[in-house]
Structure formats: C-alpha cells, structure tokens
C-alpha cells in the first residue's frame, strides 16, 4: 500500500513571497491533516478535512494560509505572504475513518514525509 | 482549550536501561495515541489506548492510560540504539472525533 505522498520536500524561499505544499493521502482515507511542525515542537494541527469538508481550522491563520481539498482526495495548502515564523516542517496525515465511521480505531494517523520550509 | 504535556523534554539513556517518559492531558481523553518520529522522519503510528487503566505491550515497550483518562506513560525496557527519536503522546477528547493534541515530545539518546 502506498503511503502519504508530499511534495516538495524541501522549498527555500524570501519572506512575503507564496509557496504552496502538495499533500495525496493513502486511498481511500476520508480524513486529511496539515499540521506545522517547528523544530523541537510536536505537531499543530493547521486544519483537518473529513472528504471535501473541513471539520476544523481554528487554528489556521487565515489571513495567509489557505488549503483546499475540491475532490476529496489530494490536498493543498498555501502560504501568501509568508513570514520568516513560517519556517516549519508541514506534515500531511491522512485516516481511514470518518466521523461515525467503524469506531476510534480509523483514527490512527499516517503521515507523509514532510515539506521543509525556509523562509529567509 | 486542551492540553497535552510531556516530561521529561529530554532523555538521555545507556545502552541496556529502562526509562519512562509521560504524558499529562489538562483535560479527560477519550483515546491517546503514541508516536515515534526519528530523526529528520515523520511521525510513525506506535499504539492507540481507549480504555481506562489499559495496558498494552508491544516487545519492549509498554503503554498505559490512567485510571481518570488524563495521563499516559511509555515505558522501554532494555534500551537500544534503535529507540533513538521523539516519542510524542496526542489526546483526543469524546467531542473532537479524530482531531488530536500533541505534547512536544520526549526525545530519547542512546549511548552504547
């Protein structure tokens, strides 16, 4: 089974320019993540979709972050203008389950390999 | 609003020893689930734990929920250098299906 493709793997950019990460779940998974990982720091949940919905994004700056998922399935999120406090690994994990799905056991989560963003 | 706390922040361990890291919830969970990122990787899925008081095992690794469903620990038993990495703890609360809280993790050093 494949697993959560990112990409890139690794962006450099100026401060107030855009960037933007791509995230394709595992098949079949109804539930996307984006989390912010600053070094030395767990994971922040940015937003979470179940299908095409978003569930949660209380914690997305929304002034200069964007993400959409139009088909259910790939993902993308977007940073314009960025801030040198932008500087974070981006984490993609997707779930198999859905709210009222089979039970807690589809929430387990498996993550991508990360897009490493450096904004200078 | 939620929170998830880990300690200890660091773990240094020889090569051979047992050490425990924990993991404090402000508020009641309704499941805890444990990762394990090594370094420069992504998080990898160890163990979900639903029950109060549940214990679960996974060969040298112990898991536990407290009894009020506010704490968790890992335990490792007979370190090796391939425990290396950062074990984050993530609570999830009965009214936020599939949306979990991070502690900031205990990163584990082994020296041989």
């Known amino acids: 089974e494949a697993g959560v493709a990112q990409s890139p793997r690794y962006k450099i950019i100026e401060k107030r320019q855009s960037v933007a990460f791509w995230c394709n779940p595992i098949?079949?998974?109804?539930?996307l993540y984006w989390y912010q990982q600053i070094l030395g720091q767990g994971p922040k949940l940015l937003i979470q979709?179940?299908?095409?919905?978003?569930?949660?994004d209380s914690q997305l700056p929304k002034d200069r972050f964007s993400a959409e998922r139009l088909k259910g399935v790939d993902s993308t999120l977007k940073i314009q203008p960025a801030k040198l406090e932008d500087s974070a690994v981006y984490l993609c994990?997707?779930?198999?389950?859905?709210?009222?799905?089979?039970?807690?056991?589809?929430?387990?989560?498996?993550f991508g390999p990360g897009t490493r963003l450096l904004v200078l | 609003g939620q929170q998830v706390m880990q300690i200890p922040q660091y773990q240094h361990v020889q090569e051979g020893e047992d050490f425990t890291t924990y993991c404090n919830s402000s508020?009641?969970?309704?499941?805890i689930q444990w990762y394990k990122q090594r370094p420069g990787g992504h998080p990898v899925f160890l163990i979900q734990?639903?029950?109060?008081?549940e214990v679960k095992k996974q060969k040298r690794l112990t898991f536990q929920f407290g009894e009020a469903k506010k704490n968790s620990s890992l335990h490792i038993t007979a370190t090796q250098t391939t425990d290396v990495g950062t074990y984050f703890c993530?609570?999830?609360?009965?009214?936020?299906?599939?949306?979990?809280?991070f502690g900031a993790g205990t990163q584990v050093v082994v020296t041989p």
């Open positions: 994990a997707s779930s198999l389950d859905r709210i009222g799905g089979s039970g807690r056991a589809g929430e387990t989560q498996y």
């Open positions: 508020t009641t969970l309704s499941n």
């Open positions: 098949s079949g998974h109804a539930t």
């Open positions: 734990l639903v029950k109060s008081g």
């Open positions: 993530a609570g999830s609360t009965t009214d936020s299906w599939g949306k979990f809280q």
């Open positions: 979709f179940q299908n095409n919905g978003v569930v949660d």
